[in-house]
């Protein structure tokens, strides 16, 4: 309910918002946030609920969200066995609600969110490199839902400090840097001031042959922005599955 709130105040100028809530049939509640915004067009409904996306028509107040509020309470609504809906009309407001269960049907509930919830977890330390510091708010957040250990640094010298400080199973390095400097010049920065580089993927709006390609001889695999969330999860899971496999690592 957080999340509806914060997006239908940041996006209602005049208006107003409201937040009520009204029993369905004998065992459910809806909970209701209505907003007087520019409402969302047919088009976006599905896509918003997805993480980084945020609506085309930005908020009347400058303010950026990271783009996962509502993929979160999709995520939430899904393991819970929640129904979620949106009506809206472009110019007239929307609604985003949500249908829980009374408390009678709690109990009988609690066993299938915790089983959803135990595989989930990704058992991993990954450094993000990116002189965005929304991006890394945002990796932050997604990444942790994962169960991984995220370490951020905005310059070489910040991923050498946290490479410093314990293993890192994964680099995660933005292709486009500050100060004129890319991606791959960062990570020969980072080979020379330290004794192994962990794997690295790197992250990339630049769709070019010549990045595939030196990429490809670095054996760096390649996220293309917008990353996609599954794409980067299976990556992930890959590299859990390859550490599982190895002997573990003396502790420092």
């Given at each position: 309910?957080?999340?509806?709130?914060?997006n239908?105040?940041r996006?209602?100028?005049?208006?107003?918002v409201?937040?009520?809530a009204?029993?369905?049939?004998?065992?459910?509640?809806?909970i209701?946030?209505?907003?007087?915004?520019p409402g969302i067009a047919?088009?976006?409904?599905a896509?918003?609920?997805?993480?980084f996306?945020?609506?085309?028509?930005?908020?009347?107040?400058?303010?950026?969200g990271?783009?996962?509020?509502?993929s979160i309470c999709?995520?939430?609504?899904?393991?819970?066995?929640?129904?979620?809906?949106l009506?809206?009309?472009?110019?007239h407001?929307?609604?985003?609600?949500v249908?829980?269960?009374?408390s009678?049907?709690?109990?009988?509930?609690h066993?299938?969110v915790?089983?959803?919830?135990?595989d989930?977890?990704?058992?991993?330390?990954?450094?993000?490199?990116?002189n965005?510091?929304?991006?890394?708010?945002?990796?932050?957040a997604?990444?942790?839902?994962?169960g991984?250990?995220?370490?951020?640094?905005a310059?070489v010298?910040?991923?050498?400090?946290?490479?410093?400080h314990?293993?890192?199973?994964?680099?995660?390095a933005?292709?486009?840097?500050?100060?004129?400097?890319?991606?791959?010049?960062?990570?020969?920065?980072?080979?020379?001031?330290?004794?192994?580089?962990?794997p690295?993927?790197?992250?990339?709006?630049?769709g070019s042959?010549?990045?595939?390609q030196?990429?490809?001889?670095?054996?760096y695999p390649?996220l293309?922005?917008?990353v996609r969330?599954?794409?980067?999860?299976?990556l992930l899971?890959a590299?859990?599955?390859?550490?599982d496999?190895?002997e573990?690592?003396?502790?420092?």
């Amino acid at each position: 309910m957080q999340n509806f709130l914060s997006n239908a105040l940041r996006y209602t100028s005049t208006g107003s918002v409201l937040l009520g809530a009204r029993r369905v049939g004998a065992e459910t509640v809806r909970i209701e946030v209505w907003d007087s915004g520019p409402g969302i067009a047919e088009e976006q409904r599905a896509r918003i609920f997805d993480e980084f996306q945020r609506l085309e028509q930005p908020s009347p107040w400058g303010e950026k969200g990271l783009g996962l509020g509502l993929s979160i309470c999709d995520r939430l609504a899904g393991i819970l066995g929640h129904r979620l809906d949106l009506h809206s009309r472009v110019g007239h407001g929307s609604c985003f609600a949500v249908s829980v269960p009374r408390s009678a049907a709690v109990a009988q509930r609690h066993r299938r969110v915790q089983h959803v919830g135990s595989d989930q977890q990704l058992p991993l330390t990954v450094l993000c490199l990116d002189n965005d510091a929304t991006i890394l708010d945002g990796m932050r957040a997604l990444l942790g839902r994962w169960g991984v250990d995220c370490r951020v640094a905005a310059d070489v010298a910040q991923a050498a400090e946290v490479l410093a400080h314990g293993p890192v199973d994964l680099i995660l390095a933005d292709y486009h840097l500050a100060d004129g400097l890319d991606g791959v010049q960062a990570l020969q920065q980072l080979r020379a001031a330290t004794d192994q580089l962990p794997p690295v993927a790197m992250i990339t709006a630049d769709g070019s042959s010549e990045l595939k390609q030196r990429a490809r001889t670095l054996g760096y695999p390649l996220l293309h922005k917008p990353v996609r969330p599954a794409a980067l999860r299976a990556l992930l899971t890959a590299l859990a599955g390859k550490r599982d496999g190895r002997e573990p690592a003396s502790a420092p």
